[in-house]
């Protein structure tokens, strides 16, 4: 079975300091993403990644940042936290082409509260 | 781009009664359509998905979903759920040749003995 790891599954961190999130994948994928998933909201994607190097933004990228320096790693940066992005942080992979054909595998999502 | 919308935030049920949740996806092109559940304090798992083909699609633990074009919509039905399906489902969309999913607000099903 695919894995998608999330490195922190509860952090509280203070305004105002970088915070990174890291998502790791072990089947080769091409495809990673990263969504925050509010009450009411659903998920909205932030940032995604179709290659190494390769990131575009999603429909909420203002406040965020990512890396993909490696296939299996995926990093969104908070370039300085905010109360607003207190949320919970889903990171998804999925393989070539589009997702259409094997959908998403999720990771366990990290729950992120800035104090 | 496309869109779905979850028509229902909350569903209480019975433990053995049938279930049905509802979504409607707004795109005049061809779609790809997914229900995704979380269970608490979980990622998201695939429950099942249309791609082409029978507009009766079954999934795990007993659910199927009917994909219907005219309406578009592909509501998510189990005919006798349990007090483990208690969880938040997400209906979602993709497009052909789009690396990226939409989803709706999500759907609450809570299951009651």
């Known amino acids: 079975d695919v894995k998608v790891t999330q490195s922190s599954r509860y952090l509280v961190k203070r305004t105002g300091e970088k915070v990174f999130l890291e998502c790791v994948q072990d089947m080769d994928h091409e495809n990673m993403f990263w969504y925050r998933q509010d009450p009411g909201l659903g998920l909205r994607l932030i940032y995604f990644s179709y290659d190494v190097k390769m990131k575009e933004k999603g429909d909420i990228p203002e406040g965020y940042s990512v890396s993909r320096e490696k296939k299996e790693r995926f990093s969104l940066i908070l370039e300085s936290a905010s109360t607003n992005q207190t949320s919970m942080y889903l990171c998804a992979s999925s393989s070539t082409g589009t997702p259409a054909n094997y959908g998403y595998t999720f990771g366990s999502g990290t729950r992120l509260t800035v104090v | 781009a496309q869109s779905v919308t979850q028509l229902d935030s909350q569903v209480p049920v019975f433990e053995e009664a049938p279930v049905e949740l509802r979504c409607n996806y707004s795109s005049s092109v061809s779609v790809y359509l997914f229900w995704y559940v979380q269970y608490p304090n979980q990622g998201l798992q695939l429950l099942l998905k249309?791609?082409?083909?029978?507009?009766l699609v079954k999934g795990i633990n007993g659910f199927e979903a009917e994909f219907n074009k005219s309406q578009t919509s592909f509501h998510l039905r189990k005919p006798s759920v349990h007090i483990s399906d208690t969880a938040e489902y997400f209906c979602a969309v993709t497009g052909s040749n789009d690396y990226k999913l939409s989803f709706g607000a999500g759907t609450t099903v809570t299951v009651r003995a």
């Open positions: 249309y791609l082409s083909g029978s507009t």
